[in-house]
Structures are given as C-alpha cells and as structure tokens.
C-alpha cells in the first residue's frame, strides 16, 4: 500500500518557478513515479516519469528544457522542478506511482490528490 501527497502548487508570474513536491508513505524506493497534469475540459496528461532508480523515461514536449523531475528515496519524495512557466502550464499536477519495472500511464494504481498551478500576471 502507497499514499502520495503533493505540495508547493501556486501562483505565479511567467517566467516563474516552482518545485511540487510528491511524499510517498510506504515503499516508494521499490515503485514508479509520474507527474501528470490536467486542466478543467481537457484529458489528464502525462508530464514526466521516473523510475525507482532514478531513470527519466518519459517527458512531454511541452515541458522538455523547462521541467526536471528528479526523487530521494531516502526521505520517499519526488520533485518536479518547474522553470520559465507559461500560462499553458495552468492545471492540476498529479504523482502517480506503480510497482517497479512499469511504465507511467493514467492507469497507475496510486495517485495523490492534485496540487494546482497557476500561472498568471
């Protein structure tokens, strides 16, 4: 059994930065991890994913050179370090985790609850 809990979604300006923070309570060394996002009348994206080794398997390219997905298994977090936010970059973002070997997908078993992003001046 794994519960996530998403942090540090809020405000900003463009241009701004933001880390969202993922705390796994259970054996998130052993699981996958996922950040996805999704904004009001739209279909839940996929924005990075990560291994429990720390291997970037996937990034959209929509964030590819902005966003830095990275974890400590050791403290069982995950980040996902936002850079030079656009407007577009307004949504929800999600951690997702699977057992280890898998792939992220929006069918990953465990999911926090979301923590919103808002880029606006």
């Known amino acids: 059994q794994l519960t996530l809990v998403e942090s540090g979604g809020d405000l900003v300006q463009p241009g701004g930065s933001l880390r969202l923070d993922c705390a796994a309570f259970?054996?998130?060394?052993?699981?996958?991890i996922g950040w996805f996002r999704q904004a009001p009348g739209k279909d839940r994206e996929i924005v990075s994913c990560i291994t429990a080794r720390g291997r970037i398997t996937h990034q959209a390219e929509s964030a590819k050179g902005r966003f830095t997905t990275y974890r400590d298994n050791d403290k069982k977090m995950a980040y996902l370090q936002m850079n030079n936010l656009k407007p577009d970059d307004t949504d929800v973002y999600y951690c997702?985790?699977?057992?280890?070997?898998?792939?992220?997908?929006?069918?990953?078993?465990?999911w926090g609850k979301g923590t919103a992003v808002t880029v606006s001046s």
């Open positions: 259970g054996p998130m060394k052993y699981v996958t």
């Open positions: 997702a985790a699977d057992s280890q070997g898998t792939e992220c997908s929006g069918t990953m078993p465990y």
